[in-house]
């Protein structure tokens, strides 16, 4: 199998949970989709609606307040999407398809890793297509207020220098680079979970967010400490999270990005902003076909480790 050649799924996999926002059930499925198709959304109609197409690109991102939401709010949209796009860009999924049945991804444990379990355990397949990816050319920078987001070129690969300063001693000011690929992104991004402040939950509740949220599946930050009775899965756990979620949406650029991207107290908004910049002027970037990857996607890995499980190329 080439691992310069695009993705998608072996088989389809199945995933259910929660809302964190919505508190309603949501339930998924993965499958397996065509060369050059991208991650794509069918959200299932409700009430005799028809379902609709959304396809993940920054062009359709419709809200960015504590999640990234795609489609029309007023017609059909999924939100909280940001966590199962970085396990596909981490692991190097390229085409998916996601069936939903309703307006919000459930949020699993807070992370993006029941998502790299469930890709992982069905495994990849190569296509027939040369992966594409989308090359920084020269530097973009946006800013606001203190905060600020740049991508910059690279020879080769992808990399986040992500730093956050929050006003408790719980987080303080934390930043880490990080090299995207596979391996690495399953062990050290993708378990880190999204966070709160106790303090923020009842003007989030009256706002109708994180209606779904609990110690099974947010870090909850009190006045002194963190909540969570099993405490933090690594000690700079929060920065971790803002990379995952900044893998995710930026991987709405619609290819895996060679180049480097830095951000200091960032988020979502931030993160759509640059994407929205750097595509607004084409000397900024460059679309290149079959550019050496450096690791194989890490489910790839996997699924070609079980003989018995090895599937032929799909075209």
């Known amino acids: 199998m080439s691992y310069d050649r695009q993705t998608t799924l072996r088989a389809p996999v199945m995933l259910s949970g929660i809302g964190v926002h919505s508190g309603t059930p949501a339930g998924i499925c993965l499958k397996p989709s065509s060369a050059n198709s991208g991650v794509v959304f069918l959200r299932k109609g409700s009430d005799g609606a028809p379902s609709q197409l959304i396809h993940a690109k920054h062009t359709k991102?419709?809200?960015?307040?504590?999640c990234t939401v795609i489609g029309d709010r007023g017609a059909a949209s999924v939100s909280t999407i940001e966590h199962l796009m970085s396990a596909c860009s981490g692991l190097g999924l390229d085409n998916v398809l996601v069936e939903i049945d309703g307006p919000e991804m459930p949020i699993?444990?807070?992370?993006?890793?029941e998502f790299v379990a469930a890709i992982e355990a069905t495994g990849l397949v190569a296509l027939g297509a040369s992966r594409r990816y989308l090359k920084i050319l020269q530097p973009v920078r946006i800013e606001n207020g203190r905060a600020f987001a740049e991508l910059s070129p690279a020879e080769q690969g992808f990399r986040l220098d992500v730093e956050i300063d929050f006003d408790t001693t719980v987080i303080g000011r934390q930043r880490k680079i990080f090299d995207l690929e596979p391996v690495a992104y399953a062990k050290e991004i993708s378990r880190a979970r999204t966070f709160g402040f106790m303090r923020?939950?009842?003007?989030?509740?009256?706002?109708?967010?994180?209606?779904?949220?609990?110690?099974?599946?947010?870090v909850a930050i009190g006045e002194d400490k963190v909540i969570n009775p099993e405490g933090l899965r690594y000690g700079d756990e929060f920065v971790r999270h803002k990379i995952l979620d900044a893998v995710g949406d930026l991987a709405l650029a619609g290819y895996p990005i060679i180049g480097e991207f830095r951000s200091y107290c960032g988020g979502h908004r931030m993160n759509v902003r640059i994407l929205e910049a750097l595509f607004a002027d084409r000397a900024n970037y460059a679309i290149v076909e079959a550019e050496p990857v450096y690791a194989a996607p890490r489910a790839v890995q996997m699924a070609a480790s079980a003989p018995a499980a090895f599937a032929p190329d799909v075209h």
């Open 108 to 113: 699993m444990d807070g992370s993006a890793s």
């Open 61 to 66: 991102v419709s809200a960015t307040e504590l």
């Open 200 to 218: 923020d939950v009842e003007q989030l509740w009256k706002a109708g967010f994180a209606l779904g949220a609990s110690l099974d599946n947010t």
